[in-house]
C-alpha cells in the first residue's frame, strides 16, 4: 500500500536556476536546449555536425538526430531534460522499467541507449550560465531507438479545427475574443451534455480506443511484478497524487494553478471547480490507495504519446511515470477532449480493451469521470503554465493561444458543476477488498504479460 500524505508540501520544488531559466527569452532557451544536445551527441557516439530536428518542447525538449550521410548509424531520438522535473536517479527508474517491458511484454516501445560510457542518463554542464561566472547548469540527457509511425487520431476528433479556430482569434485582443470563445465553450457543452443517441465512432476508432486501454492494462499488470525490486527508487519520483494536482506550492507538474487566473475564469467559474476539487477529495480519500488501486502509472497515455504504424501502435513518453491511482491512464487517454458529447463511448471502447487483459472492480468503473475531471483541471493548469513558453508540436504545444486557454478553462468549469451535479449526492466509493474478487486474466509467476498492440 503507498500512503499519501495530502497535505504535505512536495519537496521537488522550483529552484532559482530553474526560474533564472524560465526568465530568459523563448528563444534563447529553445538554443540552450539545442546546444546542450549538440554537446551530448558525441555521448552516444554522435558526431556534433549531426542534424537536430525539434520535434517537441514541452516539459523536455525533444529531438530527431539525423547523422551526416557518410555515418553508418540510425537516426535515434534525444531528451534533454528539463532542470528540477526528475533527478538523474528518478530518470533511470524510467529507462529500466522500459527496459523490462520490452523483456517481458510485445509492447512496441522506443528502447533506452545507453551512451559509450555504459550510461542510461549522461549529465551536461553548462557554465557561465545567465551571464554569471559563478553560475553552472547541469542537464540530464537520454536517448532512445527512432521509432517510426505517426500519432493516430479519431475519425471524429475535432481537436486541430477547434485549435486552429482559436489561434486564428489569438491575433484579436483577449478582451474582444475571451467572451467569444468562454461563449463558445458553453455551447459546446451544452451540446455535450444533451449526448448522443449513438456512437459516431468508426469500428476503426473503437479499436484504437481498444488498443490503448490493453496498453494501459498491460502496464498494471506488468508493474506488479516489477515494482517490489525499485519501490524504493520509483518513490524518488513524485507521485500522480492530490498534492500533484492541487497542493498549494509549485510541484513541478502544472506550475500553475486555476484559481490564480482571474483573467481566463471568472470568480463563478474558481468557485465552481473548488467546489468539484472538494468533493473528488472526499472520494479519493474513500477510495483510497490500496495496492489494488494504486501503484506505477504511466500517467499520460494519449494518443498523442502513441505512434502508429501499418501493424502496430507504439507507446511513448513514459517521462511522467510515477505512483497514482490506476485509473489515471484511463483518465490521460482522453486528455483534452473531456468535454467531447460521445466521450462515454470512447471510454467504453477503452473500458473493453482493459478488461480484455485486467478486470476492474466495480468501484472502480464507476469512479473514472472523478479520475478524468482530475485530470483535466491538471492539464488545464499544465495550459496555463506553457501558454507562453511552449514550442508549436504535435500535442498540447500545438497552436497554443490564450484563447485556446480561456475555451478550455471555462469548459473546465462547465464539466466541475455537471461532475458535482451527478456525483454530489452519490455514496463514496468503497475501499478496495484485501484480495482482488477475481484473478487478473493470464497472469502466472512464469509468463510474461503481453498483448497484442496491433
Known amino acids: 500500500m503507498v500512503n499519501v500524505d495530502y497535505d504535505k508540501p512536495r519537496t521537488h520544488v522550483q529552484s532559482g536556476a530553474q526560474l533564472r531559466f524560465n526568465d530568459l527569452p523563448f528563444s534563447r532557451q529553445e538554443a540552450h536546449f539545442h546546444d546542450v544536445a549538440v554537446r551530448a551527441l558525441p555521448q552516444w557516439g554522435y558526431p556534433k555536425t549531426s542534424t537536430l530536428r525539434l520535434l517537441n518542447l514541452t516539459e523536455n525538449a525533444t529531438f530527431r538526430v539525423e547523422p551526416p550521410a557518410d555515418c553508418r548509424l540510425p537516426p535515434i531520438a534525444m531528451r534533454v531534460h528539463r532542470l528540477d522535473y526528475a533527478q538523474k536517479q528518478s530518470i533511470e527508474v524510467e529507462l529500466q522499467w522500459l527496459l523490462h517491458l520490452n523483456a517481458t511484454t510485445d509492447l512496441r516501445l522506443a528502447t533506452p541507449l545507453k551512451s559509450r560510457d555504459g550510461q542510461l542518463v549522461e549529465t551536461i554542464t553548462t557554465e557561465h550560465m545567465y551571464g554569471r561566472a559563478d553560475a ?55 451540446i455535450g451534455s444533451m449526448g448522443k443517441q449513438h456512437s459516431a465512432l468508426t469500428d476503426a476508432d473503437k479499436r484504437l480506443y481498444g488498443k490503448l486501454g490493453e496498453i494501459a492494462a498491460t ?103 510515477a505512483y497514482g491511482w490506476y485509473m489515471t491512464d484511463i483518465a490521460g487517454i482522453v486528455g483534452f477532449m473531456e468535454h467531447r458529447p460521445d466521450l462515454r463511448y470512447i471510454i467504453d471502447a477503452i473500458v473493453q480493451g482493459y478488461e480484455s487483459i485486467w478486470p476492474l472492480d466495480p468501484t472502480e468503473r464507476a469512479e473514472i469521470p472523478t479520475f478524468i475531471l482530475m485530470r483535466r483541471i491538471g492539464l488545464f493548469q499544465s495550459l496555463l503554465y506553457h501558454m507562453h513558453n511552449t514550442a508549436p508540436g504535435n500535442n498540447e504545444g500545438a497552436e497554443l493561444s490564450p484563447d485556446l486557454v480561456a475555451f478550455y478553462g471555462k469548459g473546465t468549469a462547465l464539466l466541475a458543476r455537471r461532475y458535482v451535479s451527478t456525483f454530489g449526492n452519490r455514496p463514496l466509493p468503497e475501499p478496495a477488498k484485501t484480495q482482488p474478487e477475481s484473478e487478473p486474466l493470464n497472469l502466472t509467476a512464469d509468463q510474461p504479460a503481453t498483448t497484442q498492440a496491433a
Open 219 to 321: 502496464l498494471r499488470r506488468n508493474q506488479l511484478r516489477w515494482t517490489p525490486q525499485h519501490a524504493e527508487d520509483i518513490a524518488e519520483r513524485a507521485s500522480w497524487d492530490w498534492q500533484a494536482a492541487f497542493g498549494p506550492k509549485w510541484n513541478n507538474y502544472y506550475g500553475s494553478h486555476y484559481w490564480d487566473c482571474s483573467s481566463t475564469l471568472s470568480r463563478h467559474d474558481i468557485e465552481a471547480i473548488d467546489g468539484a476539487r472538494d468533493l473528488m477529495r472526499k472520494r479519493l480519500e474513500a477510495y483510497g490507495t490500496s495496492s489494488q488501486r494504486y501503484g506505477l502509472i504511466h500517467s499520460d497515455l494519449r494518443t498523442s504519446n502513441t505512434l502508429a504504424n501499418d501493424t502496430s501502435l507504439a507507446v511513448l513518453d513514459f517521462d511522467d511515470c
Open 136 to 190: 553552472t547548469e547541469h542537464r540530464n540527457v537520454v536517448c532512445f531507438s527512432w521509432v517510426e509511425g505517426e500519432a493516430p487520431v479519431d475519425s471524429t476528433d475535432d481537436t486541430k479545427q477547434m485549435s486552429g479556430l482559436l489561434a486564428a482569434l489569438g491575433k484579436m485582443p483577449d478582451a474582444l475574443t475571451f467572451p467569444l470563445v468562454r461563449g463558445a465553450a458553453m455551447l459546446y457543452a451544452g
